[in-house]
């Protein structure tokens, strides 16, 4: 596998079969693919949006990840405040909310989420990484907790989603190893 940094065009170019792949690992239907295509495209235009993907000598992608820098006014930014309230928002002050990140189920295990989170989070300016992930234990807690996350919420319930969610997050920049220093 190669990692491999898309801009944001090139990203774009991409949508339908990093969509795919994102409905593969979440085990989502098929049928919301045209509304994340759609949300995906614009998270691509926002500013600071960063994207790796783990590619096979076909050129396949096999993992994704992608976020962009957090701002007042977006979605993510609106509801995880509400959460945590005024004790809680330093950590909105300069962070990089990593949206999304996927590996293919045939190719989990390897070590490529690690490796695309390490890539996306490298060289980002931010203070501070953030992200939301459906409770449960997993391979992706596992991996964010290897990486240094902590709890800024749990069992939090977003606008319009039933579903209990942690939001974590962790200090930049990674050292060697991918954790705090």
Do not use: C, K
Not at 17 to 30: F, H, S, T, W
Not at 68 to 87: D, F, M, S
């Amino acid at each position: 596998m190669t990692l491999q940094r898309l801009r944001p065009a090139d990203f774009r170019a991409r949508l339908p079969e990093l969509v795919e792949l994102y409905l593969a690992a979440m085990r989502y239907p098929d049928g919301i693919q045209s509304a994340r295509v759609a949300l995906w495209d614009e998270h691509s235009r926002r500013d600071g949006f960063a994207s790796v993907v783990a590619v096979d000598a076909a050129g396949a992608a096999h993992a994704v990840g992608y976020g962009y820098t957090g701002r007042p006014g977006q979605w993510w930014y609106t509801e995880v405040g509400r959460g945590l309230g005024e004790q809680g928002r330093g950590w909105l002050a300069d962070f990089f909310e990593l949206t999304e990140l996927h590996v293919r189920p045939d190719s989990q295990g390897a070590g490529l989420g690690q490796a695309v989170l390490t890539a996306l989070l490298s060289d980002r300016s931010e203070a501070a990484v953030l992200l939301s992930t459906p409770e449960g234990t997993n391979r992706a807690w596992r991996l964010y907790r290897r990486m240094g996350f902590g709890d800024l919420l749990r069992d939090y319930r977003f606008t319009g989603d039933p579903r209990p969610f942690g939001v974590l997050g962790r200090t930049l920049p990674l050292d060697a190893a991918g954790t705090q220093h």
